[in-house]
């Protein structure tokens, strides 16, 4: 198509060159117009019919009224629209999380809700192809949504409903739903924080029976680091499954050794029937995952919302979104109606080892290990009862070694039938009693953190104030976290000196994750920490320190002394780099440290370091400090801290007091 030459043109010579060429081709088109009008008259006077032009079908009066009356309705901006199509807003408008592109049945679907909708109107009144399923087909929820809303003749549609996912619903039978919370799981980064899903319960009696609905990233990496980073970044493909529910409970509670957490939702059988309907439609569709947003936690607040409209929970989350908050978010909308515990199965081998002592306890493990025969347990003077209870502890713990892939199949199976024969010939042992009733994880202290402190360092006095968004550190009230765990992300602080005029940066401390999985006869787990970000460091003069970005990895042992006291020593690194001499420091040493629970709500935490810093800025650093934490309330705590930092030939006694508020 021509078009006429712009007006801009640099110079009256190519301003007049254009014209004449704009000119040619206007004149050269016309003839060629009036050309092709002679040849059709010819051709018809001939008895030749001329080859029709094509022209765009003509649209279905229904689908006209459709579409007309949905742009009177203003469909495109029912926020229950942009939920179906997992919108929320951004600088340039809306835009779905959904990146594949199957998902849209128009080009600009993505980032135009109106576009989608008219296309999907489109689709539904198209004629089906073989071969190929229907709109209708690919998208129920939509479909229902539509007819409700436009008050649609069903039976007048080429596919009126898809026979597919009702001939699922039917098998199923989904009679209530439930929010899945699985506990942390330290030693993988990708469950630090802990995870959510939905378990749909179905006609059968049994919850292992049902099915579960689960938003995970793809995974294919075994290295944590490498899983850190992309999950950052958002370098993988997040995807809605629906997988067997035991598959998930074996997963989490007997390999990653987790609880599991099960909340009764306060569902209708209709919204139930909404939310799988949605999920058909989402079902292996792939969108980007984010480790802090847009996880596990924050894409399955857009199913409950599909089930229920108005609820509008993913609205509500915050911009980082963590799988504890979210299951507070559900409670907040009054959705949550039981909450049960499902303990894993470290905890269950604990709870039954309880009832033997150590003699008991050896036997029980040399045959799980196969260093004795199961015969051994019957040829003891212990009660029937305790004989029973120590082979119920070698089964419990061999399967525990099996599914954590200590053993094989090949040493697993004959050992495990060993002991079961043996078991099978003695009395059933007393039920053990019913353990004391615990708290739900999502009563504990809430994620985000604000501080206000006042102290002093090596004689001056100071206040200060600090921030953190997620989410617990080592002191902070213990409901619902594991106990010697700590993972914190832009956790900042600033400080103000007596006699300065303006506070400085004191910490921003971008990560800081630490491990304490105390050993035991049953698990030898290794403790670990990686704290990484920038902090005061002391220089040569005396009261003088410049910010420095550090990296402080380590790896070490725990042991619970007692059940209140947890030892550990760890071997630790620090690279340091700022205003140093040299510009950089790398040094190693060790931290070792004692946590004790005095009361419920008083903790205490001992503990020193040393470090020796051999290349860049050689220097020797020197600490130890006591911190205790009361927690008054829920949300609200309060801390003491004394210490005495050595370096560089100066010692720097501080004490401060701090008050925490959780929100």
């Not at 596990?296 to 908050?325: K, M």
């Not at 990895?553 to 630790?572: I, K």
């Not at 020797?620 to 008054?632: G, H, K, M, N, P």
Request: hydrophobic content about 45%; charged content about 20%; aromatic content about 10%.
């Amino acid at each position: 198509m021509c078009s006429a030459p712009s007006a801009t043109c640099r110079s009256p010579e190519f301003s007049a060159c254009a014209c004449l060429r704009w000119a040619w081709r206007a004149a050269a088109h016309r003839v060629a117009a009036l050309v092709l009008a002679c040849t059709a008259a010819a051709l018809a006077v001939d008895g030749v019919a001329p080859v029709p032009q094509t022209l765009p079908p003509a649209v279905p009066p229904a689908l006209a009224a459709a579409q007309a009356r949905a742009e009177a309705l203003r469909l495109a901006e029912d926020p229950y629209w942009r939920v179906l199509l997992h919108c929320r807003p951004g600088l340039t408008g809306w835009r779905s999380l959904i990146d594949d592109p199957a998902f849209f049945l128009h080009p600009d679907g993505k980032r135009d809700p109106r576009a989608e909708l008219q296309a999907t109107l489109s689709a539904l009144w198209a004629a089906p192809v073989p071969g190929e399923p229907h709109a209708a087909e690919r998208f129920p929820a939509r479909l229902e949504w539509l007819v409700e809303q436009l008050d649609l003749p069903r039976q007048s549609l080429p596919v009126p409903h898809c026979a597919e996912v009702e001939k699922v619903l039917e098998r199923i039978q989904p009679k209530d739903l439930a929010l899945i919370f699985p506990s942390a799981y330290m030693n993988s980064p990708g469950s630090m924080f802990g995870h959510t899903l939905l378990c749909i319960k179905s006609q059968f009696d049994s919850r292992l029976l049902d099915h579960a609905i689960n938003y995970a990233a793809d995974v294919r990496d075994t290295n944590g680091i490498v899983f850190a980073f992309k999950g950052i970044f958002g370098l993988y493909d997040g995807l809605y499954t629906v997988v067997p529910y035991y598959a998930k409970v074996e997963q989490y509670n007997a390999i990653d050794q987790r609880d599991i957490w099960e909340y009764g939702l306060d569902l209708t059988p209709a919204e139930v029937r909404r939310l799988m309907l949605h999920v058909w439609e989402i079902r292996n569709t792939a969108s980007r995952y984010f480790f802090f947003d847009e996880n596990c936690s924050y894409n399955l607040l857009f199913l409950l919302d599909a089930a229920r409209p108005g609820l509008r929970l993913h609205r509500q989350a915050r911009p980082w979104v963590i799988p504890l908050d979210t299951v507070r978010l559900v409670r907040a909308a009054g959705l949550i109606t039981t909450s049960t515990c499902r303990p894993s199965r470290a905890a269950q081998l604990y709870r039954l080892a309880e009832a033997l002592d150590d003699a008991q306890l050896d036997l029980a493990q040399a045959i799980c290990r196969g260093t004795a025969e199961p015969a051994a347990v019957v040829a003891t003077p212990w009660p029937a009862e305790t004989q029973a209870r120590c082979l119920d502890v070698a089964a419990a713990e061999l399967r525990l070694r099996y599914h954590s892939r200590r053993l094989t199949q090949a040493e697993y199976t004959p050992r495990y039938l060993a002991i079961l024969r043996t078991r099978s010939r003695l009395p059933a042992a007393a039920p053990m009693p019913e353990p004391p009733t615990t708290t739900p994880p999502d009563y504990g202290h809430r994620s985000m953190r604000l501080s206000l402190g006042a102290g002093t360092l090596d004689g001056r006095a100071y206040a200060d104030v600090a921030w953190r968004p997620a989410y617990h550190d080592e002191l902070d009230p213990g409901l619902g976290y594991l106990a010697g765990s700590q993972i914190e992300f832009c956790n900042v602080a600033a400080r103000l000196y007596e006699g300065d005029d303006e506070p400085e940066l004191h910490r921003l401390d971008a990560v800081r994750v630490q491990s304490l999985a105390p050993r035991d006869r049953f698990f030898t787990p290794t403790s670990w920490k990686a704290d990484a970000g920038l902090r005061r460091v002391a220089l040569e003069r005396p009261g003088d320190d410049t910010l420095a970005a550090y990296g402080s990895p380590g790896v070490g042992l725990a042991w619970a002394l007692t059940e209140s006291t947890l030892a550990y020593a760890m071997a630790e690194t620090e690279l340091l780099a700022g205003r140093l001499d040299g510009g950089w420091a790398f040094g190693a040493g060790a931290a070792a440290g004692l946590y004790h629970q005095l009361t419920p709500a008083c903790r205490l935490h001992l503990a020193g370091r040393a470090l020796h810093f051999m290349l860049g800025d050689r220097h020797s650093d020197l600490e130890v400090w006591l911190a205790q934490r009361w927690q008054v309330g829920t949300n609200h705590a309060l801390s003491a801290r004394l210490s005495l930092h050595h370096g560089r030939g100066d010692n720097r006694p501080a004490a401060g007091l701090t008050w925490h508020w959780y929100f």
